[in-house]
């Protein structure tokens, strides 16, 4: 079975800094998505950015990049000119390509932005 | 309108209560799922509805159930809950199950306490 690892329960970022979120899953298929949702104290969880495996360029959105690295089964999430507004739990999720399969999430990173 | 509404936003009920929790979308998805959620875990899923029938129930018990009585609309039935069963429910929808590639759109949740 699949399975999605964040490293970092909690981490903190300074008002205007880069932030890195690490994210690393296990599973034997090739073919497959990653996601990361983001989930502010006021509870609704939003997709921040999504990224196809067969893909080798790297998604971006805005601030909000991300690191994946295939082979190393990893996909950090990078927020560049943090902002107040960013301070939520981050989910890193995983998705088999295959029909109809469910989300796989990680445990969460809480990330606190500092003014 | 990219919104899924949840109401009631908080609940509150003993354990020989019957209540009913309310999903709706007008984004024209295909597919709602019902999602249980801890204090700092992950969603964990509970049921998934596509085209207005029950495709996956992950072994919930049967004092939770589900119905979809449109396309628009998703119920949660409650019924001899547990105070293990306190927690943010939350309702998503998507285009449809089977791609997934596709975003899920989350509700803001219900937040409920059973005494």
């Known amino acids: 079975a699949q399975t999605v690892t964040q490293s970092q329960p909690e981490m903190s970022v300074q008002e205007a800094e880069t932030v890195t979120l690490s994210c690393t899953y296990d599973?034997?298929?090739?073919?497959?998505?990653l996601f990361w949702y983001k989930q502010p104290p006021s509870r609704q969880m939003i997709l921040v950015i999504r990224q196809e495996a067969y893909k080798q360029q790297n998604a971006t959105e805005n601030r909000f990049s991300v690191n994946f690295q295939k082979a190393a089964k990893s996909f950090s999430l990078k927020i560049s000119d943090s902002q107040l507004g960013d301070a939520a739990m981050y989910f890193c999720?995983?998705?088999?390509?295959?029909?109809?399969?469910?989300?796989?999430f990680g445990p969460g990173t809480r990330l606190s932005v500092l003014p | 309108d990219t919104e899924v509404t949840q109401t009631p936003k908080h609940l509150v009920m003993g354990m020989t209560n019957k209540k009913s929790l309310k999903c709706e979308q007008h984004m024209g998805h295909r597919a709602m799922y019902w999602y249980k959620q801890k204090a700092k875990k992950p969603p964990e899923l509970m049921f998934v509805y596509s085209y207005e029938k029950l495709s996956i129930n992950e072994s919930v018990p049967s004092r939770f159930s589900p119905e979809c009585p449109n396309s628009s609309l998703l119920n949660l039935h409650l019924h001899a809950l547990q105070p293990e069963d306190s927690a943010l429910y939350l309702c998503?929808?998507?285009?449809?199950?089977?791609?997934?590639?596709?975003?899920?759109?989350f509700g803001p949740g219900t937040r409920l306490t059973v005494l």
């Open positions: 998503a929808s998507s285009q449809h199950r089977d791609n997934s590639y596709n975003e899920q759109f």
């Open positions: 599973t034997s298929e090739s073919d497959y998505y």
């Open positions: 999720a995983y998705r088999d390509y295959n029909y109809g399969q469910n989300f796989v």
